[in-house]
């Protein structure tokens, strides 16, 4: 085979043909036609931005034959365009135009040439590739040439894939937040077809619901792009919670074909922990003072059922009042703001009560601690009736009343920390 000053591939002509076939040769006197395509035999139609093309779309390709014979010396030859196979088309072959010869038949008369187009509609990522060839039907003695040729291309589509790796917030004291959030990528090759924007992944995110707390959005991906959609969990109360957001596109879906997709359920989750406050009279109850004994203990406690997690399930006794009318009657033995209490730990708060006056006295006791709150910063409080009921003028007595205050004041605060003694003794 030859090559032209063109750089298409030339058929080498063959003399002493027999070209009765076409009007103007003489078999007598004329060898074969001289054949060239482009592409030349053995190359390759590629389609699309450099044989890249977004699924969905359609691209376009040419295939020419010539008939570079001397106009003067040689003849014409017909044939046949074939049909190639999806994603490629036409599927069906159509005859090579030329001119009408003797025996009725479209000859392609020197110096002329004929196109067909070629196209080529991916449906799914990935490489495509048809082989075309041409063998003149007429106007060439033995051995007919033949031109092959293969049509190639390259199926591109965005696609969508979801990071949740971080879509648990995990344990979160009750009263602060934790993060969550998913992460929509594109891991595709839509933008190799060099069609700009519409070969982008896009699609939206649904916002949050309940305790989780975040707007979702839109996006608009290019290829190797990722956008990150992030929510807050604040829990209300101990216990896990779990809520669903979608993602939903309009292109790019994960099969590779390019269709919309969704939407998609991604699970947020977290678990709500905290402390539990509990005490040996129920908050809202009374605290009675005898005549006799004027003290009394209230046992204050950390009940949780969360595992020991520290700052996430320490309670903190932050401040404790008495208020009212016979305020001053009563008074704190060993309390100590800013106490703290692990899980399962117990505080044995001591209260007093003197006075002259005889007859019935109240007040009101309210603790504050960090349940419902971070560590230290304040939260729920409880509140108790302090009542008291003398029948004489109450003078201190050196009998069970001081035995009681001086046992309690002796032990300083009690706390019975089992996790803090265990630590300890380590």
Same mark, same amino acid.
């Given at each position: ?86 994603? +490629? ?44 060839? +041409? ?93 990150? +959609? ?197």
């Amino acid at each position: 085979m030859l090559m032209s000053a063109t750089g298409l591939a030339t058929l080498p002509s063959i003399s002493n043909a027999h070209l009765s076939f076409a009007p103007q040769n003489c078999a007598a006197c004329h060898g074969n036609p001289s054949l060239s395509t482009t592409p030349g035999n053995g190359g390759f139609l590629k389609f699309g931005n450099n044989g890249n093309t977004l699924v969905g779309m359609v691209s376009s390709g040419q295939f020419t034959i010539t008939n570079s014979t001397n106009t003067q010396v040689e003849g014409g030859f017909t044939g046949i365009f074939a049909g190639v196979v999806g994603p +490629f088309a036409p599927a069906t072959s159509q005859p090579l135009g030329g001119s009408l010869g003797a025996d009725g038949k479209n000859y392609l008369t020197p110096g002329s040439s004929d196109t067909r187009t070629y196209t080529y509609a991916p449906t799914v990522r990935g490489a495509n590739t048809a082989t075309l060839s +041409f063998t003149p039907t007429n106007g060439f003695n033995s051995p007919v040439p033949t031109v092959t040729i293969t049509l190639q291309g390259q199926g591109v589509a965005p696609v969508v894939a979801l990071d949740n790796s971080k879509t648990n917030a995990g344990n979160v004291r009750v009263g602060t937040t934790g993060s969550v959030q998913t992460t929509v990528k594109n891991i595709g090759d839509g933008n190799l077809s060099g069609l700009g924007d519409v070969s982008n992944l896009h699609g939206t995110v649904t916002a949050g619901s309940g305790a989780f707390t975040g707007s979702g959005g839109s996006f608009n991906l290019q290829d190797g792009g990722s956008q990150a +959609f992030a929510y807050s969990f604040t829990p209300t109360s101990r216990g896990g919670a779990t809520v669903n957001v979608n993602v939903s596109t309009s292109n790019g879906s994960s099969d590779g074909h390019n269709n919309a997709q969704g939407p998609t359920p991604v699970a947020l989750s977290g678990t709500g922990v905290a402390p539990v406050y509990h005490s040996s009279v129920a908050p809202g109850g009374t605290l009675s003072f005898s005549d006799v004994i004027h003290g009394a203990t209230l046992s204050i406690s950390n009940l949780t059922t969360d595992a020991d997690l520290g700052a996430l399930t320490d309670l903190t006794l932050l401040s404790a009042q008495i208020s009212g009318a016979d305020a001053g009657m009563f008074s704190l033995v060993n309390f100590a703001s800013g106490l703290q209490l692990g899980k399962d730990d117990t505080f044995d708060l001591g209260l007093s009560f003197a006075t002259a006056d005889s007859g019935s006295h109240s007040a009101l006791l309210t603790i504050l601690t960090d349940e419902g709150a971070a560590l230290g910063a304040s939260g729920h409080a409880f509140t108790y009736l302090l009542s008291a009921n003398t029948i004489a003028p109450a003078v201190p007595e050196p009998g069970a009343l001081q035995l009681m205050l001086a046992g309690l004041v002796a032990t300083g605060v009690l706390v019975r920390q089992r996790r803090k003694k265990a630590s300890q003794d380590d």
